[in-house]
């Protein structure tokens, strides 16, 4: 385990904050909006912010549950704002931005797990910024199906769920979550609506063998997944899990040519990859 040892060269990042992000800063917290790159700490939100992008993060910024990876807060959230859905939406349109992604912390205490909300502010920023794409990273709605179709309903152009990692590392990295539900919300996706794009993707470094690592690329293959992104695992904390090793950029190429090799449209893949990355270019480049 690596809590404590020095990051290699290649996770060394020059961090520039400039005008654009300070403005973009000031203006989320201005409207009261979350974002998953300042919940999750994520290490490129001093890129995405000064480009003037950013993820949306709905439902609060408290999670039902405590997943080991994640710097979100865990504990019983607030019950959800309902002007949340028109704040994202006007500041969406304040950002000028064309593709919106959102996603949200896990609601286990919702009947819907939230799904209500994501669409409704789908349809908000569909009307605030006319021919807007919208892409959601959701949760797995417990299985509840009814619920994932609520979000296809409201016509994302790419619906995202993570696996994260391998089946056998799931009770230890993602307590409450399920390795077979997360592979069945992404087959239900692709079957309800299949002219939504499917995206899923996985963090490396936390104990996963290679060969676990190919047997999970299979298995998000073969429920028809086009998109997938795969990024290292950093640790937030020393309260959250270690990582196990530092995976070399020219380790994710093979990934990433393995990957399109068993089928996939489009792949993301390197050590600051995360899931809603550059998300607007890899479904560009994957149509």
């Known amino acids: 385990m690596l809590h404590g040892t020095a990051k290699p060269p290649w996770l060394k990042k020059r961090l520039t904050v400039g005008p654009a992000y300070e ?6 917290k201005r409207n009261q909006i979350h974002t998953v790159c300042q919940e999750a700490n994520c290490p490129n939100i001093w890129e995405c912010f000064s480009q003037k992008t950013a993820t949306f993060l709905i439902l609060g910024d408290h999670c039902t549950r405590s997943c080991r990876f994640c710097a979100v807060t ?17 500041t969406a349109r304040e950002m000028q931005l064309d593709y919106v992604v959102l996603t949200s912390v ?31 990273l959701v949760p797995d709605f417990l299985g509840n199906s009814d619920a994932l179709y609520k979000v296809l309903d ?9 696996l994260e990692t391998v089946s056998r590392l799931y009770d230890r990295v993602r307590p409450g979550a399920d390795y077979t539900r997360s ?41 028809g997944c086009g ?23 020219v380790e994710f190429d093979r990934w990433r040519s ?6 996939f449209d489009q ?21």
Do not use: C
């Open 227 to 249: 998109l997938l992104t795969l990024g290292q695992y950093l640790a937030p904390s020393r309260n959250h899990l270690p990582v196990d090793r530092y995976i070399p950029p």
């Open 74 to 90: 865990h504990s019983l959230p607030q019950p959800p704002d309902i002007d949340e859905p028109e704040r994202v939406a006007e």
């Open 23 to 28: 403005r973009l800063r000031n203006r989320l």
């Open 106 to 136: 896990t609601r286990d205490d919702l009947p819907d797990g939230g799904a209500g909300y994501f669409a409704e502010t789908i349809h908000r920023i569909q009307k605030k910024i006319p021919g807007a794409r919208v892409e959601v």
């Open 267 to 287: 792949v993301a893949s390197g050590p600051f990859v995360r899931s809603s990355y550059h998300a607007k270019e890899l479904l560009r480049q994957s149509l």
């Open 183 to 223: 592979l069945t919300l992404l087959e239900r996706s692709l079957s309800y609506a299949p002219e939504i794009t499917t995206k899923s993707g996985l963090m490396l470094g936390i104990g996963e063998t290679d060969s676990e690592i190919m047997q999970t690329l299979k298995d998000i293959r073969s429920v």
């Open 154 to 162: 409201a016509h994302p152009v790419v619906l995202n769920h993570n």
């Open 258 to 263: 393995k990957a399109l090799d068993i089928g």
